[in-house]
């Protein structure tokens, strides 16, 4: 019996003010919510590597006095076959399916990490693992980072700038696209779109041409190509490298003039730099930029975004 209590995406949050709001008093009383997950265990599922997110989502668990059980899927358990129907006379010993029924009789939250692979945009915008686990699992499934979305990482931001924003000043927030050597999903500058939009600032994207996110995403959004123009009077500059959608998973361009330099800092409003990490230092931004960024502060926030969103979850299962 799949759970309907998720965390997926923003269409999982009530109220985004007061979340951000329940995770700055968690911060300040870090373990006032510790007799919230006792006796329960959360399963983090990974398809793909984390520095972060492993790290503070297990923190997190421990926060709400929670355990944890953690799957590297690669290195520790079976091939898995994702297939419907298929025959499995080739290297995969377990089928998805029946791997996460039996994941979620161990736990009471099933979170899982699971990168699109660029090779088809529909495969890959069809959130197909997600889906699977939100299908099969008997408990809440939490997206620890998906094909198209990393929500808990978009929730830090939002807290972030909350924390960071000049009072009674509405800020201008610029998701700009950096270059970066290797073809990267879009599942970040999604989210931190659809979770700007849902928070009270002014939200502009600058990216070359070809680098347009989806349209259900971007509805609403100006998008100048002039990464200069975008900077004027920004008060934060959100930097993140994707391939395109448009022509599904290219890299279009590595045009070292969109690296963000103290030069282009310059034409802000004294914004604050954003990242989500990991960075390529002097590609997509450089050294002096991060240096003087609060990146760090992000990072940090993943912590009490992870802890309040899984709050959340357990308090609808209750
Ligand atoms: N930002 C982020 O999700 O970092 P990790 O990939 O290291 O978890």
Redesign the pocket.
């Known amino acids: 019996m799949s759970s309907t209590a998720k965390f997926t995406n923003i269409t999982d949050v009530n109220n985004l003010n007061a979340w951000i709001e329940e995770a700055r008093y968690l911060k300040r009383n870090p373990h006032i919510f510790k007799k919230v997950g006792a006796g329960k265990c959360i399963g983090l599922v990974f398809f793909n590597?984390?520095?972060?997110?492993?790290m503070s989502s297990q923190r997190a668990a421990q926060l709400l006095g929670m355990d944890t059980i953690v799957l590297n899927v690669g290195s520790d358990g079976w091939n898995l076959e994702m297939s419907d129907g298929a025959v499995m006379d080739q290297g995969a010993q377990e089928h998805i399916k029946d791997a996460i029924q039996v994941m979620s009789q161990y736990c009471d939250l099933l979170a899982v990490r699971a990168f699109a692979d660029l090779k088809n945009r529909e495969e890959d915008y069809s959130e197909r693992i997600l889906n699977d686990f939100i299908k099969y699992s008997d408990v809440p499934v939490i997206s620890l980072?998906s094909a198209t979305g990393?929500p808990l990482?978009a929730f830090a931001d939002m807290i972030t700038i909350e924390e960071q924003r000049a009072e009674g000043r509405r800020p201008k927030v610029v998701l700009t696209w950096a270059p970066h050597p290797r073809a990267l999903p879009q599942a970040?500058a999604n989210s931190f779109v659809e979770w700007v939009k849902a928070s009270d600032a002014d939200l502009v994207i600058t990216n070359p041409e070809g680098y347009d996110l989806a349209k259900e995403v971007t509805e609403g959004v100006k998008v100048e190509y002039d990464q200069d123009k975008a900077f004027a009077d920004a008060d934060f500059i959100y930097a993140k490298n994707w391939s395109s959608y448009e022509e599904y998973g290219k890299i279009l361009s590595t045009d070292s003039a969109w690296q963000v330099t103290s030069e282009k800092m310059a034409l802000t409003n004294n914004a604050k730099f954003m990242h989500?990490?990991?960075i390529r230092r002097n590609v997509v931004a450089s050294d002096e930029v991060i240096d003087n960024s609060i990146v760090i502060k992000q990072a940090e926030n993943?912590l009490f975004a992870a802890a309040v969103a899984f709050k959340k979850v357990l308090e609808q299962i209750e």
């Open positions: 590597p984390s520095l972060r997110t492993r980072e990393h990482q970040v989500c990490l990991p993943r």
